[in-house]
Every structure is written in structure tokens, then in C-alpha cells.
């Protein structure tokens, strides 16, 4: 059964004081989370450069605690890394943390190790690896983890910070707690996953199966064109609001729909949050999410 005179009807409203209640307790959780590193200043700060040639692009994982992640990828055969320790009150504290570098002829592993818990100093890392290289696991506690390029794969994680991504990737897996995920131009398989905060992504295409999730926060997808797809949305204290025709094929309520957008054979969309909206959205030109 078509429901396209039906596809503006999941708009529903979730109660005011829920509303209020969630924004209050949100805004509370990313404080306490962020805002030690997001206004502290730090007196002191040590770069390290390292330059390593590989003979393949293969696998890349870098660990972190304190500090955000930039990885880009590059034509050339080589890892670039740039990092930059800081410390917040004593300049011995710099040779508290170390950067331990394992490479082979196709790999690079970074860890970042801190010497005590606590320690006041964090390091910032912007890296470059060659095209195609696979990123088994780019993860940081405390900091914001940005990529862009083309790679293999792709694995990110932090706890206290938000995700942004953009390029071809065969498969995107992004995972926070405390902070919003920013995808766009993404090929491939797409795995979002967050707990307070928000997911946004934005596609010339839908290449590969599409998964968002999170708990205290909104889901926007924007599309260019017709997707052929499975579609499924769910939300507890929200609305849902989908610019495409729906052939429903499953269960239809005021907050969960299943169906068919075009053919529905193509790749499945799947979006799931408890307090927040879902939008599945046309759009238009270069209009940015």
C-alpha cells in the first residue's frame, strides 16, 4: 500500500516538559564531559614530526586519551605524523607523555601513553596516510576525531567529543558518547552510533547500508536524487518526517515506520533515537546539513 499522501503524517510531539527536561540534563552532561579541555589553557607544548614510508597501504590505528584527531589521506607512500604535546602547569609534564610509534612495511600503530592518571596534559595529532589505508582503530577519550579522504575502511571512536567524516569509504563505523556525528559525501557502509547528541549526514548517494542511532539527541538525513531503499525509523519522544514516498511493508505508528522508498532494493536505512526527531530529507543543491 503507497502512503505517499501519507508520508508527512509521522510528525508527532513529544510533550514540552520532556523537552525541556532533556535539553537541561544534555547540556549538563556535555559540560561536565568537555569542559576541562574545551576552556582550559595550557602553558607549555612540545611538536613531534615523524615521517614513515610504506611499501603498501595497508592498516593505520592510532590511540589517544586527551586531544582531538585529524587524519587525512594522501597519493603518496608515506605517514606523515604531526603532533603537539601540551602541558597545563608544569613543563616536565611534556615528558610525561609519550608518543610509541610501531610501523612495518604496510602498517603504523601510534600510542599515545601517559604516565598517571590525571595527568594535566593532552596531545593534538594531525596525520596523513596513503589513499586507500585501512584505519583499524582511530580513538581518543577526551577530543573531537576528524576524517577526510578515501580509505579502505574506517573505525572511530572517542567518549567526550563529536565525529566528523567525509570521502569513500568501503566501511564507516563512528562511535561517541558525549557528542554529535557529522557525515557527509560518505560511500559505502555507514554505522553511527552516539548516546547524548546528534547525528547529521549528507549523501550524493546511498551506496551502502545506513545505520544511525542515539539516545538524547536528533537523526537528519539528507539525500540528493531517488534512493532505493529499506527503510526504517523509530523515535520514543520525537517526530518523523520523510520527504520521500513510503510503500509501507511493516509496522506504521505515529513513531515507527517500515517500508520501501523507490524500488527498496537497494540498501537498508535504519534510524533509531529515544528523545529526538528523524528527518529523512531531499536535498536541495548545495544546501549544507
Same mark, same amino acid.
Given at each position: 500500500?503507497?502512503?505517499?499522501?501519507?508520508?508527512?503524517?509521522?510528525?508527532?510531539?513529544?510533550?514540552?516538559?520532556?523537552?525541556?527536561?532533556?535539553?537541561?540534563?544534555?547540556?549538563?552532561?556535555?559540560?561536565?564531559?568537555?569542559?576541562?579541555?574545551?576552556?582550559?589553557?595550557?602553558?607549555?607544548?612540545?611538536?613531534?614530526?615523524?615521517?614513515?614510508?610504506?611499501?603498501?597501504?595497508?592498516?593505520?590505528?592510532?590511540?589517544?586519551?586527551?586531544?582531538?584527531?585529524?587524519?587525512?589521506?594522501?597519493?603518496?607512500?608515506?605517514?606523515?605524523?604531526?603532533?603537539?604535546?601540551?602541558?597545563?602547569?608544569?613543563?616536565?609534564?611534556?615528558?610525561?607523555?609519550?608518543?610509541?610509534?610501531?610501523?612495518?612495511?604496510?602498517?603504523?600503530?601510534?600510542?599515545?601513553?601517559?604516565?598517571?592518571?590525571?595527568?594535566?596534559?593532552?596531545?593534538?595529532?594531525?596525520?596523513?596516510?596513503?589513499?586507500?589505508?585501512?584505519?583499524?582503530?582511530?580513538?581518543?577519550?577526551?577530543?573531537?576525531?576528524?576524517?577526510?579522504?578515501?580509505?579502505?575502511?574506517?573505525?572511530?571512536?572517542?567518549?567526550?567529543?563529536?565525529?566528523?567524516?567525509?570521502?569513500?569509504?568501503?566501511?564507516?563505523?563512528?562511535?561517541?558518547?558525549?557528542?554529535?556525528?557529522?557525515? %557527509?559525501?560518505?560511500?559505502?557502509?555507514?554505522? @553511527? *552510533? &552516539? /548516546? =547524548? #547528541? !546528534? $547525528?547529521?549526514?549528507?549523501?550524493?548517494?546511498?551506496?551502502?547500508?545506513?545505520?544511525?542511532?542515539?539516545?538524547?539527541?536528533?537523526?537528519?538525513?539528507?539525500?540528493?536524487?531517488?534512493?532505493?531503499?529499506?527503510?526504517?525509523?523509530?523515535?520514543?519522544?520525537?517526530?518523523?518526517?520523510?520527504?520521500?514516498?513510503?510503500?509501507?511493508?511493516?509496522?506504521?505508528?505515529?513513531?515507527?515506520?517500515?517500508?520501501?522508498?523507490? %524500488?527498496?532494493?537497494?540498501?537498508?536505512?535504519? @534510524? *533509531? &533515537? /529515544? =528523545? #529526538? !526527531? $528523524?528527518?529523512?530529507?531531499?536535498?536541495?543543491?548545495?544546501?549544507?546539513?
Amino acid at each position: 500500500m503507497s502512503v505517499r499522501q501519507h508520508h508527512n503524517y509521522y510528525l508527532a510531539k513529544a510533550g514540552k516538559v520532556s523537552s525541556i527536561f532533556f535539553i537541561v540534563i544534555f547540556t549538563l552532561i556535555i559540560g561536565a564531559g568537555c569542559e576541562e579541555f574545551a576552556h582550559s589553557s595550557y602553558k607549555y607544548e612540545e611538536s613531534f614530526e615523524q615521517t614513515i614510508p610504506v611499501k603498501e597501504a595497508g592498516s593505520f590505528s592510532l590511540s589517544n586519551i586527551n586531544g582531538s584527531i585529524t587524519v587525512t589521506s594522501s597519493p603518496e607512500m608515506e605517514v606523515v605524523i604531526k603532533a603537539t604535546k601540551y602541558a597545563r602547569w608544569k613543563k616536565e609534564d611534556l615528558g610525561k607523555v609519550r608518543i610509541e610509534v610501531v610501523s612495518g612495511e604496510k602498517s603504523v600503530i601510534i600510542d599515545t601513553v601517559y604516565e598517571r592518571k590525571n595527568l594535566q596534559a593532552k596531545v593534538e595529532y594531525e596525520i596523513k596516510v596513503p589513499e586507500n589505508m585501512a584505519l583499524e582503530l582511530v580513538k581518543t577519550v577526551n577530543g573531537k576525531v576528524n576524517v577526510s579522504g578515501k580509505f579502505d575502511r574506517a573505525k572511530l571512536s572517542t567518549t567526550n567529543g563529536g565525529i566528523t567524516a567525509q570521502g569513500d569509504f568501503h566501511w564507516l563505523e563512528g562511535t561517541t558518547t558525549n557528542g554529535s556525528l557529522n557525515i %557527509s559525501q560518505v560511500k559505502g557502509i555507514v554505522n @553511527l *552510533k &552516539t /548516546t =547524548n #547528541g !546528534s $547525528i547529521k549526514v549528507e549523501l550524493d548517494e546511498v551506496a551502502g547500508d545506513l545505520r544511525a542511532k542515539t539516545t538524547n539527541g536528533s537523526i537528519t538525513i539528507k539525500l540528493a536524487g531517488q534512493p532505493d531503499a529499506q527503510f526504517f525509523a523509530r523515535t520514543t519522544n520525537g517526530s518523523i518526517k520523510v520527504d520521500y514516498p513510503v510503500t509501507v511493508e511493516g509496522e506504521i505508528s505515529r513513531r515507527r515506520v517500515e517500508g520501501r522508498i523507490g %524500488s527498496g532494493q537497494g540498501p537498508k536505512i535504519e @534510524l *533509531k &533515537t /529515544t =528523545n #529526538g !526527531s $528523524i528527518s529523512l530529507l531531499k536535498k536541495q543543491g548545495h544546501e549544507p546539513i
